[in-house]
């Protein structure tokens, strides 16, 4: 999961992972990104990594942000 490569250089507690991780694959699911494709993936993880650096950690807020920011067709 391209999410887990990018939280390695962040500094989010375990919770604040379990949350990211989350409204990661809630966000996969609504925009109907296949966890295959590298490049979309990685979209939407740099965006939920965004999102949460600006203190969001609600998953299902961190997920609607990131589905508004990205659009229907990322990549």
Known sequence: MAIY???QRTAFSP????NLVEAYE???QTLRIPAQSEAQ???VAKAIIEI??????DPREI???AVKRI????G
């Open 52 to 57: 949460a650096q600006t203190g969001v950690r």
């Open 26 to 28: 809630a966000c996969l």
């Open 41 to 43: 993936t990685e979209i």
């Open 5 to 7: 490569r990018l939280l």
């Open 71 to 74: 659009g229907p067709n990322p």
């Open 63 to 65: 997920c609607a942000r």
């Open 15 to 18: 919770e604040d992972v379990a």
